[in-house]
Structures are given as C-alpha cells and as structure tokens.
C-alpha cells in the first residue's frame, strides 16, 4: 500500500550548510500492518514521517526519491491534493496531544472538523459519528469528554482525542509520532492497548514511531531499525527482539530496563550501554555511520558505507558482518 | 550480610517526618481559594549512600517533595532532618552550609542552563555564589567536576546548546557536583533521554554515588530504570506514600493494588525473547 524508494530529505537551516536527514530509505507498508520505526532522537524518524505527508518544514530544500500510497505518487501531488489526502486516507498522531488540539474548540466539534472537511455530511451527522466513535473508543463518560474543552481533559483523554480526530474517517494509513513518550505509565499501557484494539477493529496501518523496544514489541508486526538517517536492519518483531543483527540494535535492546524473568528483580550491576553519541546531522560521516560507536568494527568499516543485504524471511540489514 | 547489618543500624542521612504541603488555589480575585494537598503526611529515611526511588504518576507530588527537601519551597507542616538537624528552623548560619550540602538535579537540562555562559562558567557558578576560591581556581575545579561527568574539559568553553541532551544532562550533574555535596535530588533527571544514553548515566550515577559516597533521592516515573537503581523504592500516589521497602521486594512482591497495576503496566520485551 506504502511504497518509499531511495527517499532523501536534507535541510539546509538558515546560514548554515545543507545536511542530509534521511539518505536513501526504501520501505513499504502492506495494508492492515503495524510497522515500527525504532531509533534514537536526531536520527531521522520524525523527518520521514512528515515527509511521507509532505508536512516538512521550508528549511526542508530537497525531497528525492519516491513515495507511492497505492497508485499515487505522493512527492507529485500538488497541495489542494493533498488536502484531501490528509486526515481522510493517511492521518498523523504526534507526540504532544496538548498541541494538537485547538485550545478554544469543544472537543467534539474538533473531531467533526476532520469527517466535515473530506465528506459532504450534515452538521448533525457528523456529530452523531463522532459520539458514535468516542462511545467505542472505550471513554467511560463519551458525553461529557465530546463538550469538553481540551484543557478539561487529562492527557491519557486527550490523546485519545487525537486518536478519534486520526482515525474518524478511517484511514488506511495512520502515523503516529511518538504517542505515548507524554503520558504516565498505566494511561501509556491503556493507549497501547487501545492500538492494538483498533488495528484488529479497522483494518488501519500503522507507522508507529519510537525510542523503545519495549513499547514497539506491544504493537507492531515489524520493526525498521534507524540510525544517522539510514534504516540500517528491517525484521518482524519476534525476529528481531529475539535475534538482532545489526551491532547497533544489538546494543539498542540490551539497553532496555528489564525487570528480568516474572518480574522477578534483577540485582544492580553495570548496565550494558552503547558508548558515545549518535552522530549529529552536521557531522561527516566516512563508512557505516555507526562505525565509531560499534563494539565490532572491521577494516572495511570506515572505508565505504555498508550495503542492504537481504536475508531470508524478508529481513534486511546494513553491516559489513553480513557481507554488505 | 554483615555489610548488610551495618547499612540498617546506620544513622539515616535524611528523616522526613509528617511532610505535608498544601497550596491554595483559585482565580485571582476569587474570594473564597480551595486547598490542594500536594503532599499530605510523607515520612521516610535515607540511609548514607543508598539510593532512594520515589515513583508515581504525575501529578502524584514528587516534585513537589523535591522542591521541599530542596528548601525551595516551603512545607505547610512537618520535619526534614538532615545528618540531626532539623532543616525547617535552622539557625541562618547553617543555611549556606545545606545548600551546600544539598543539591538538586532537574528533568529538562536546556531549561536549567544559561545559554548566555561557556558549559565551565555554568558550572563554576555555584562556586562563585559561595564565594569559594579565585577564578583561576573555580575555574580549575569546574573542570575536574566535568571530567567526573564523563565531559572533556577541552568543551569548557562550549555554549551548552552546543551539547547533546546527554552531555547537557551530565553538565548539570557537573554543577551539582561542584561544591562536593552529600545528597543529591534528582528529579527525573534521566526522563526524555534516549535508552542507550539513559543506561550510561544509570552507570556514570552509580560510579559517582560509589566513589563520592553519595546518597541520592530519585524521582522517576519509569519503574524499570528505577529497579536498576535504587536501593529502596517508596511509591507516591495523591500526595502519599502508599508503600515503601526494598527495591527487590517491591518488584517481587508488591503489596499495594496501584504498585502491581504500575509494574504490570512496565513495556516489556519478554513476551517475544
């Protein structure tokens, strides 16, 4: 359904010189799956998730590649296009709920904004959609969250808000940014579940975007490892949780707080960390990007720039370990 | 197990009893304000050099417990002890001496650095406030409390927004080491940093805690960080703390209802390993 090619977006910030924040990305999500895109801050994912809704910022100067949703050539559509698009057949969830929603707008007449934007429906019907929605997107009081004003609201009910704003015109594509990195622990643990509900419910897909394993492992099919713009290892989800091959997202999921068997408390020790920083995006980077910071560089690693080399089972991965 | 024995019959560093905190709340012109218990009856110890975890969900009062053993707001009732001395009336003398002794470490590091000072200057400042040593000297200690940080002296001239959110965080660290304090209050200090950067600070506080017998008190919403580091976790829920004990304990057996919804509630990998 989702088909990105050789994308490459690079800034060029005022005064300063142009930097590569996604180079050569190629992905593609099928219809009804869950992807999740798993790096750390300042590699590029939230880049290519505004890229794929053309929402980059003016300091964006170039978008190369291609991105095809369906039959449509995204980076070729003009904005009124566009317009329609959003919200209608790809839609976006960001991290913040609080900046999301308009301050001064009753909650529900906001969702009813997004069905009154894309489909010629009465006043009256769209607002009987959205009570319709709320009521199954498990709110315990769906009349008072629909004329709420959103500082009304906690935040585990705002972003539930925003999720009824993404998917009131049921998508086929959501993208969500981060979602739950806000929210406190039980209300993140009820958003993920809320997730999984809607997949099986709405035959949406999902690009889900992360910094931890751990809460992409509770939603996704697959998992697009990412780093210093590059996607370097792509898996399905027990695939990779169980055999990482790239040395970075080795390090990666050894960097997770366990609790370690049933819970059971894991006494203090030195934790395994991944030495040094991330490469920043004015960096110059000569070979793998993450060659100064992997615990198992060769010779070839600073000479030129890992291959993707496919395996079995639809698995990729960039490292010269395994011959790229 | 002996060391074990010695650690329980130490005298604790730190005694809250009875904390309580309210704030008055309403619109300005409002005649009548309502009360808000931020904290309402905390009591706990910390023995010298071990770690104490205080977890809860926001709006739980954590901050506002870290603002008050901070002295930077005042309790509405209750006693702070620290090494016997009740920190609630202290004479003014003592007072430059706490602050000393104290020190606070806050979640968004960009926030809590001046932009306008070089990373040394910020962190010679507390130095400067308490009037210690000549420029040159400030400046020489500045340096080694970055180095203890794993920061390279030759970015002493650096702006922070020259660093990355790790390094900002390890310059705070710095900052609040400078003065050669006893505790440290770290107020989701490691929140909002990526995980592998979060893991080398979890052992960078260690190491310090170990070598500068420290004693730390770290708040934190993030259960599975805080059962790497701590060596007692109280859990704070409405201004209260509902239950306290050994970190082993907690996570084996956790008693309280809201504890076991907060574990369970944990992202975990091990569903696929």
């Known amino acids: 359904m989702l088909q990105v090619r050789g994308l490459t977006v690079r800034y060029r910030p005022e005064g300063r010189a142009e930097v590569a924040a996604v180079n050569q990305v190629d992905f593609s999500i099928a219809s009804g799956e869950a992807v999740g895109l798993l790096g750390e801050s300042g590699c590029g994912k939230t880049t290519l998730a505004l890229s794929l809704l053309r929402l980059l910022p003016a300091t964006a100067c170039e978008v190369r590649g291609s991105i095809f949703f369906g039959k449509t050539e995204l980076l070729g559509l ?8 959003r919200g209608a057949k790809i839609s976006m969830i960001f991290q913040e709920p609080e900046i999301s929603l308009n301050p001064v707008m009753r909650v529900g007449q906001q969702i009813a904004e997004v069905i009154r934007a894309h489909h010629p429906k009465g006043r009256q019907q769209c607002l009987d959609e959205v009570r319709a929605l709320l009521d199954q997107l498990g709110f315990s009081d769906a009349h008072r969250i629909f004329n709420a004003y959103p500082h009304q609201l906690s935040g585990g009910q705002r972003q539930r808000a925003v999720i009824a704003q993404a998917i009131v015109c049921k998508p086929s594509l959501v993208i969500a940014d981060e979602p739950t990195t806000a929210l406190d622990p039980t209300v993140q643990s009820e958003i993920l579940t809320l997730f999984n509900d809607l997949k099986a419910r709405f035959q949406t897909a999902f690009l889900f975007i992360s910094h931890s394993p751990a809460i992409l492992a509770k939603v996704v099919d697959r998992i697009l490892v990412m780093y210093a713009g590059r996607i370097v290892e792509e898996a399905e ?38 030495p040094g920083n991330p490469p920043g995006p004015t960096d110059l980077i000569h070979g793998c990007p993450f060659e100064p910071r992997c615990p198992e560089r060769m010779e070839d690693c600073t000479a030129r720039e890992p291959r993707e080399v496919k395996l079995e089972d639809s698995r990729g991965v960039r490292c010269f370990k395994y011959g790229g | 197990m002996v060391a074990d024995i010695k650690l329980q019959t130490e005298e604790p560093l730190v005694r809250v009893r009875g904390l309580s905190k309210r704030y008055a709340q309403g619109h300005w012109f409002a005649r009548k304000k309502y009360l808000i218990e931020a904290l309402s009856g905390v009591e706990f110890s910390i023995r010298p050099r071990s770690t104490l975890a205080v977890v809860g969900e926001s709006g739980a009062g954590k901050s506002t417990l870290a603002r008050c053993l901070a ?28 602050r000393r002794q104290i ?15 070089s990373a040394v200057e910020i962190v010679a400042e507390p130095l400067v406030i308490h009037g210690e040593g000549s420029k040159i000297d400030r400046r020489e200690r500045a340096l080694t409390a970055m180095e203890q940080t794993g920061l390279s002296p030759q970015w002493g001239d650096k702006s922070p927004l020259e660093f990355s959110g790790g390094q900002r965080q390890r310059l705070a660290l710095a900052r609040a080491l400078v003065l050669g304090p006893k505790f440290l209050i770290l107020d989701e200090a490691l929140a ?82």
């Open chain 1, 78 to 85: 003009g904005e009124s296009e566009l317009r329609r698009l």
């Open chain 2, 192 to 273: 909002g940093l990526d995980l592998s950067i979060q893991a080398q600070m979890v052992n960078l506080l260690l190491d310090i805690q170990a070598t500068q017998a420290l004693t730390y008190l770290y708040i934190s919403h993030d259960l599975a960080l805080v059962s790497n580091i701590a060596d007692e976790v109280a859990v704070m829920r409405e201004g209260t703390i509902i239950e306290r004990c050994r970190t082993s304990e907690l996570f084996n057996n956790p008693r309280h209802l809201y504890t076991q919804q907060l574990i369970a509630s944990i992202p975990r990998l091990g569903s696929h390993a």
């Open chain 2, 71 to 98: 002295r930077l707001e005042e309790p509405s009732s209750g006693e702070i002890w620290y090494e016997g001395k009740s920190l609630l009336d202290l004479p003014s003398k003592d007072r430059l001496w706490v």
């Open chain 2, 103 to 117: 020190q606070l470490v806050f979640q968004d590091p960009t926030s809590a650095l001046n932009p306008r000072l």
């Open chain 1, 237 to 274: 989800t027990t695939q990779i949780l169980r055999h990482p091959l790239h040395p970075y997202t080795v390090g990666l999921l050894r960097c997770v707080f366990e609790l370690g068997d049933e819970g059971a408390f894991r006494p203090r020790r030195v934790l395994p960390s991944i």
